[in-house]
């Protein structure tokens, strides 16, 4: 055998024997893991001594009537107690799926919440997206064996490992793309097979206005009735799929739970930076009073829901021609609208298909009303993919005549509303900016960001969950929702955006007054533009943000005295433009080809 020969079957030999090695020890960790996982239980009784719960006794009353109890759930606070209530109210089972899974204070208030109900002797299982969650390996390995009844489960970990190094992530991407850029990012809190949460939040400060620079508005659905049949066999069929993995079936926690040993040391204590936000929340989690007014009060009776997951393998198509997609779903939805769409998106990218689509709609509904309200670039943390948005914001005006509302990053009026002139006159085309420091917002102080997705249609069909209404979402990630045929509920909802997009809220995007002549060559100029992955440097645009005078009443962009009661704030509204606007546009260079991946 040649010295050429000799190498190679030297390096099959060593990669073969690391595998070998690698199967052994979890094979040890599982047995470890079987072997020391306690057993004992913290009650004895039928119910598993859970929390008396008004929300129980309301889903009993709803079942006779074979009627659904549906619970908009916008308040992060509300979000958070409902939560902890549910879980300290369950009887049998809690399943618990997400895409982010944080070991920060919520994190750690969530899973002692699930450890004590499993200790009661409620079925606890947990699945988490790999790529964003917990990384810390001798904590997982902890975990792994904190009880018999609390499994907790990793969904595509890359090279079956908790923790993804900067190599190993290059190495995913040039390996196995579509497998390691295909994530589970459904969101679902199912408690006894019939209480279900769905929506945009992850278990994460960020996601309930615990984060000191940065939180995420968002809005889940409590939902509580047969649908929970539905949730339970998804969420098993993710919970058995492949590519989900115990713990002790991860390489380098299997390493920690063997290092260990049969005795392993107990979870070390964590301080907490939220001590008494947290303890507000389970005392509030506890108290009826609150429950009934936050929650029951605001309970709405709904006959036609409808859960829908997409597939664990989602980009397989085999896989996902046997399941419903929930895609193809919003597509049937978006398509039988005839008056109006009120869409909620954190990011305003839509796939060519979907263009189309809403093409279509316009030309066979004229008068249709697109309402949408997503993320400005002084809210967004997904900067390129804003990139991608404000390329294409002549096409979604001018052909697919959407109103936008972009998100403020904090509650209020700008500068130049407030100090607008009483009577229309003319519009001011600049707005000097001044800073404190060198940051991204003119206010140093904590920024918010869009993180709901919903829509409405027609006033009468809803729709709350994990997809993000983008590429991604269509061909990726697999994505879960829940639709809701009923026309009060309906009107909730839309009430509830309405609120997001009011004047205090939002921005509105809108077209720039006609300047003549050139006013058609600039609309050519970025036409061709849009279609280029070139630096998109032209500095006339078609639209640009706009703040209400605080003597006017809102209006379409579409009246004629639009603007008259407007103020023009500038294409990117509180942000430091210099370095920002310059940015957005070489970004928008390369953003268009990665849109279906950002």
Request: net charge positive.
């Amino acid at each position: 055998m040649s010295a050429c020969g000799k190498g190679v079957a030297c390096l099959l030999a060593l990669l073969l024997g690391a595998c070998a090695n690698h199967r052994e020890i979890v094979r040890e960790a599982e047995a470890l893991v079987a072997q020391t996982r306690p057993d004992t239980r913290t009650c004895t009784q039928a119910d598993r001594c859970a929390l008396a719960s008004p929300l129980y006794a309301d889903a009993e009353q709803r079942a006779r009537g074979a009627a659904h109890g549906a619970i908009l759930l916008s308040d992060a606070e509300q979000a958070l107690v409902a939560r902890i209530h549910l879980i300290r109210a369950a009887r049998e089972s809690i399943e618990l799926q997400t895409f982010i899974f944080a070991d920060d204070d919520v994190g750690l208030l969530v899973l002692g919440e699930l450890l004590a109900a499993a200790r009661r002797g409620v079925r606890v299982r947990v699945l988490s997206d790999q790529l964003f969650s917990i990384d810390n390996r001798r904590f997982l390995a902890r975990l792994a064996r904190a009880h018999a009844n609390f499994d907790f489960r990793l969904y595509n970990p890359t090279f079956d490992e908790a923790r993804t190094a900067p190599l190993e992530f290059a190495a995913g991407i040039v390996c196995c793309f579509l497998r390691f850029n295909q994530r589970n990012h459904n969101k679902l809190l199912l408690v006894d097979r019939r209480f279900g949460i769905v929506g945009g939040r992850n278990i994460e400060e960020r996601y309930f206005d615990f984060g000191r620079e940065y939180n995420y508005y968002d809005r889940d659905l409590l939902v509580y009735g047969s649908v929970g049949a539905s949730m339970q066999a998804s969420f098993d069929a993710f919970w058995s799929h492949p590519r989900t993995l115990p713990l002790a079936r991860l390489k380098d926690v299997a390493r920690r739970i063997v290092e260990a040993g049969a005795t392993p040391p107990p979870m070390p204590a964590r301080e907490l930076n939220h001590g008494g936000r947290l303890t507000r929340v389970q005392q509030l989690a506890v108290d009826d009073d609150y429950l009934r007014r936050s929650l029951l009060q605001r309970a709405l009776t709904v006959a036609e829901v409808e859960y829908f997951s997409d597939p664990p393998n989602k980009p397989n198509v085999s896989e996902r021609a046997e399941h419903s997609d929930l895609t193809a779903l919003i597509a049937r939805v978006v398509t039988s609208a005839e008056r109006e769409i009120v869409l909620q998106t954190p990011y305003l990218v839509l796939s060519a298909p979907a263009r189309r689509e809403f093409l279509k709609l316009r030309a066979e509904h004229p008068a249709l009303r697109v309402i949408v309200s997503t993320n400005s670039l002084a809210a967004t943390d997904a900067f390129p993919v804003y990139a991608i948005s404000h390329k294409r914001r002549r096409f979604y005006l001018s052909k697919l005549g959407f109103e936008i509302h972009e998100f403020k990053p904090y509650p209020g009026r700008s500068e130049a509303a407030i100090n607008a002139p009483k009577r229309p006159g003319a519009l001011r085309s600049a707005l000097k900016i001044r800073t404190r420091k060198a940051v991204p917002l003119r206010r140093d102080t904590v920024r918010r960001g869009l993180h709901a997705k919903a829509m409405v249609v027609d006033g009468e069909v809803s729709l709350i969950g994990s997809h993000n209404f983008d590429p991604r979402s269509e061909g990726l990630n697999s994505e879960n929702g829940v639709i809701v045929r009923d026309r009060g509920f309906a009107s909730a909802l839309k009430q509830a955006i309405a609120g997001d997009i009011a004047p205090d809220q939002s921005w509105v995007v809108a077209k720039k007054p006609d300047r003549g002549v050139l006013t058609p060559i600039n609309q050519g100029i970025e036409f061709i533009s849009e279609r280029l992955p070139l630096f998109d440097l032209w500095p006339w645009r078609y639209a640009t943000s706009y703040e209400l005078r605080p003597d006017c009443a809102p209006l379409p962009p579409s009246h004629p005295d639009f603007h008259a009661c407007y103020v023009r704030v500038g294409d990117f509204p509180e942000v430091n433009l210099a370095p920002k606007g310059i940015y957005t546009r070489i970004l928008t260079a390369f953003g268009v080809g990665l849109s279906p991946i950002l």
